[in-house]
Nanobody
Framework: QVQLVESGGGLVQAGGSLRLSCVASGTIFSPNLMGWYRRAPGKQRELVADITSGSNLNYADSVKGRCTISRDNTKNTVYLQMNNLKPADTAVYYC?????????WGQGTQVTVSS
């Protein structure tokens, strides 16, 4: 089992920045994949970015150039630095951990961007 705890969400004005963090605990083996998804009101959950334990990166087109995902394997933590935020980025952001056939989700953290 893997537990994920997110932090760092909040309310920010358009053009502002936020940094999300997610700490994983439990039985953690490599290789694995950690990432961030989001669900906006009335929409399906979508990938924002993910990163392998070997630091291979993947970004959604909508956030390329504005967001940076990183991880600290010694702390089992993944980060999402979000810059130049837009109202369209308003969503609940979920941390995700995957290894082999197992997938785990955090409880989510709200990000609200005001215009």
């Amino acid at each position: 089992q893997v537990q994920l705890v997110e932090s760092g969400g909040g309310l920010v004005q358009a053009g502002g920045s936020l940094r999300l963090s997610c700490v994983a605990s439990g039985t953690i083996f490599s290789p694995n994949l950690m990432g961030w998804y989001r669900r906006a009101p009335g929409k399906q959950r979508e990938l924002v970015a993910d990163i392998t334990s070997g630091s291979n990166l993947n970004y959604a087109d909508s956030v390329k150039g504005r967001c940076t995902i990183s991880r600290d394997n010694t702390k089992n933590t993944v980060y999402l630095q979000m810059n130049n935020l837009k109202p369209a980025d308003t969503a609940v952001y979920y941390c995700n951990f995957r290894r082999l056939t197992s997938t785990y989700w955090g409880q989510g953290t709200q990000v609200t961007v005001s215009s």
